[in-house]
């Protein structure tokens, strides 16, 4: 199993409204170079499933945030993992902490999903660029890409206009109202993902603080 992997980044991200723009995009998923507890996350703004901008600094602002970074509602193991979550929220509410989950769906594909909870929001990232502020966005080799998009009907974001694909690494961050990551769980192994144990754990603990 591959070790998660814990390490910082320093990023300018560069935005685009017609496709997604390569600032920050490692070759392979064990070269990205995920956000450090310490550090803040980049001001961004995503959409909900109803196209609707959101701020996320403001979001952040408003409580304790479980940032939860998924490749897309296609993915089995990401939908389990959001089902996982999606059974403590309680305890997570209990916390005063927020659920906020990312991937490159588009806000359509999003408004599909069964998840309907004012404490646990899907949000789209379908430029990548939280993804590549995160420092979680890697391109797929042509052959993966390929079979994705065949045997999936995936529809991946293309780059600067270009048919490569990227995705994000499955990760999970806790941030504070000040946008601060105080934990960041980040796996390039996409069939591992973090136990709610430990996700309780890490959010109680900066309860606490």
């Given at each position: 199993?591959?070790?998660p992997?814990l ?5 300018l ?15 392979q998923?064990?070269?990205?170079s995920?956000?450090l ?10 959409k909900?499933k ?5 701020v996320?600094?403001e979001?952040f ?8 970074v998924?490749r897309?509602?296609w993915?089995?193991?990401c939908s389990k993992q ?12 209990e916390l005063?902490a927020?659920?906020?989950a990312?991937?490159p769906?588009?806000?359509e594909?999003l408004a599909?999903t069964k998840?309907?909870s ?6 789209s990232?379908?430029s ?5 502020a ?9 052959k993966t890409?390929t ?6 009907g995936?529809n991946?974001?293309?780059l ?6 990227a ?6 961050f806790?941030i504070?109202k000040q946008?601060?990551?105080?934990f960041q769980?980040?796996?390039p ?11 309780l754990?890490?959010v109680k603990?900066?309860?606490e603080?």
């Open positions: 199993m591959l070790k992997i390490l910082a980044c320093t990023l991200i560069s935005v685009s409204t017609m496709a997604a723009t390569a600032t920050n995009i490692a070759n998923a064990e070269k990205v995920p956000l507890p310490g550090l803040t996350v980049p001001a961004i703004t995503l909900d109803t196209g609707k901008n959101v996320l600094a979001r602002a408003e409580k304790t945030t479980v940032l939860i998924y897309g509602g993915c089995p193991y959001l089902a996982n979550v999606q059974k403590i929220e309680a305890e997570l509410t005063d927020q659920i906020i990312v991937s769906d588009s806000p594909k599909e998840i309907d004012p404490n646990y929001q899907l949000l990232d379908d990548l660029l939280l993804s590549q995160l420092g979680l966005a890697f391109y797929l080799d042509d890409a079979i994705y998009r065949n045997k999936l995936v991946f974001v293309s600067e206009g270009k048919a490569k694909v995705l994000p690494v499955p990760a999970v806790v504070d946008g601060l990551v105080h769980y980040a796996n192994n996409y069939k591992v993902r973090l136990t709610e144990s430990l996700l754990a890490a603990s900066v309860s603080q």
